[in-house]
């Protein structure tokens, strides 16, 4: 395979993964909160679209927006009744929690889905750019994993929820001293986070197979992607996405498509020695 | 002038420890009142359990006649009460518009919102100058600015400030305290928190002098000033 080829399958999976990584990353960065359900976020947002494809014969760019408001519901309502709860507690607290709720969340999906792999076939063909062989439905994936991510990031800098949340990122009582309802800019936080997660499930059940048994590897990207760009933020959640697809796509050429998963930690672990914040990370804003 | 806070009998503290031991304080509509006293009297606790960050345990506080000591920091906000936190607070990586903008995140009226960033640029026309910069990359005087113009941006009916002059060199806190008589002549009241005795007795008409938790001396600022016993523990004659 040439290299154009490969740039071109690891921008693909990069722009997929910044979409995957963007909303644990920002639960991460404004909450403090380690959420361990965003892998089985993500298997049901695919689930929920191949489902009603299979079934009822529902296009997923249809599903898409549906499954999107559907998991911002399901984020917030869990956010709301348990997870403030003890959203000031020490990381571990969050992260058992979020942890036990991930394995309820993942065996009911097991139950009445199965972990069949399960992928929307849109039939789409392919198309031939500078001799780079694209599929169609490829393209359509990072074109749309794109526009979310870009979406997100402009909802943040420039509307008055997007500063809220900023806010109480920053500074939690400051924020409480202009009025805003800390407890519910989390529960929001986190429900654009799941929201995030589920249209990234979305996505994926149109160009790969999904399957519950991918919960944790979905997760564990996640905070691959976070680390290698820098925590909290759409643009780190951009570069260590595009950078992970783009090592993963080279070293699965290079080193067998085993060892790709190998490379993106083993890039991780150095990363965190050499830049701690990440590529585009800044210090104190992690 | 009408009475505008009427705070009687409050306590308040964090855990174990009680801060305020019976608190008794009252603000009139267009006043100056500073709150003076040494570290660790509870004149920041008190300003935070006027705001609603800390949780009264007894006693009350009237605003404009309304019971405010059980109200969220929201709902204290809502009923015209904003508190200038002490140590700036202004969000990093947020430009001073976005960091004045939340000062008004209770408002919906668009339009007066542009009115009264206007006004703070006007006040502080430094602030404009630097409207796109990050807060927290200004000097300590700016930032002391924007964090009062983003207190005037909820359109507050008693503004609270914690801490005007700490770590500001004399020619900024003038400056500052000329803003803050602007302010004032148009209008808004402000309960000004400060350790600097001779800049809280300069800006404001009457005092409440705090120790250890309960109100000492109380007064017109000119007699205090006067007052022997004040002279030698606060302004060091």
């Known amino acids: 395979m040439d290299f154009a080829q490969i740039l071109a399958n690891g921008v693909v999976l990069g722009a997929l993964y910044a979409c995957l990584a963007v909303g644990f990353s920002l639960v991460w960065g404004v909450l403090n909160v380690i959420n361990m359900l965003h892998g089985s976020f993500i298997i049901l947002g695919g689930y929920l679209t191949y489902f009603a494809w299979q079934m009822f014969g529902i296009h997923p760019l249809i599903m898409l927006p549906i499954v999107a408001a559907f998991l911002f519901v399901v984020g917030y309502a869990l956010q709301a009744i348990f997870i403030n709860k003890v959203v000031t507690a020490p990381v571990l607290v969050t992260l058992t929690l979020t942890f036990g709720l991930d394995m309820i969340l993942y065996n009911l999906m097991t139950v009445y889905f199965s972990a069949t792999p399960r992928q929307v076939t849109l039939g789409l063909g392919s198309i031939q750019l500078f001799g780079v062989y694209l599929p169609v439905v490829r393209l359509l994936g990072m074109a749309l994993a794109l526009l979310l991510t870009g979406l997100l990031y402009v909802t943040l800098r420039g509307s008055r929820i997007g500063r809220a949340i900023v806010a109480v990122r920053m500074d939690r009582s400051a924020a409480a001293l202009m009025g805003i309802r800390v407890n519910r800019i989390y529960a929001i936080t986190f429900g654009i986070g799941a929201l995030m997660a589920g249209a990234a499930g979305a996505l994926f059940a149109m160009v790969f197979p999904i399957t519950t048994n991918l919960s944790g590897v979905f997760l564990g990207k996640a905070f691959v992607v976070c680390v290698i760009g820098g925590l909290g933020s759409v643009p780190g959640a951009l570069v260590g996405g595009l950078a992970l697809g783009i090592i993963e796509s080279f070293s699965g050429v290079l080193l067998g498509p085993q060892h790709a998963l190998t490379v993106g930690f083993l890039v991780m672990l150095l990363l965190l020695i050499v830049r701690p914040t990440g590529l585009v990370g800044v210090k104190g804003y992690e | ?237």
């Not at chain 2, 009475?3 to 855990?15: P, Q, S």
């Not at chain 2, 008794?24 to 009297?41: C, F, K, M």
């Open chain 2, 1 to 237: 002038m009408p009475e505008l806070l009427r705070i009687a009998g409050l306590t308040a503290g964090y855990g174990d420890v009680q801060v305020l031991w019976g608190i008794d304080l009252d603000v009139r509509e267009g006043e100056i009142v500073a709150i003076v006293g040494s570290n660790g009297a509870g004149k920041t606790t008190l300003l935070r359990t006027i705001s609603g960050l800390v949780g009264a345990r007894a006693g009350s506080i009237l605003f404009e006649g309304r019971e405010i000591s059980k109200a969220g920091p929201d709902e204290v906000l809502a009923a015209g009460i904003a508190h200038v936190p002490e140590g700036r607070r202004l969000f990093k990586g947020l430009s001073v518009k976005d960091n004045l903008l939340l000062g008004a995140y209770l408002r919906r009226d668009k339009a007066e919102i542009q009115n009264d960033l206007d006004y703070v640029f006007d006040l502080f026309p430094r602030l404009k100058e630097r409207h796109s910069q990050d807060a927290t990359t200004m000097s300590g005087g700016e930032q002391q600015m924007c964090a009062i113009a983003r207190g005037i941006m909820s359109r507050p009916r008693l503004l609270m400030i914690d801490e005007l002059s700490l770590g500001l060199a004399p020619a900024l806190i003038e400056r500052l305290s000329e803003g803050l008589k602007a302010i004032n002549g148009n209008g808004l009241t402000i309960l000004l928190v400060e350790q600097d005795v001779m800049t809280a007795f300069e800006l404001a008409s009457r005092a409440f002098v705090v120790e250890t938790g309960r109100i000492a001396k109380a007064g017109e600022t000119v007699v205090l000033a006067d007052d022997p016993a004040i002279r030698q523990a606060y302004l060091g004659v």
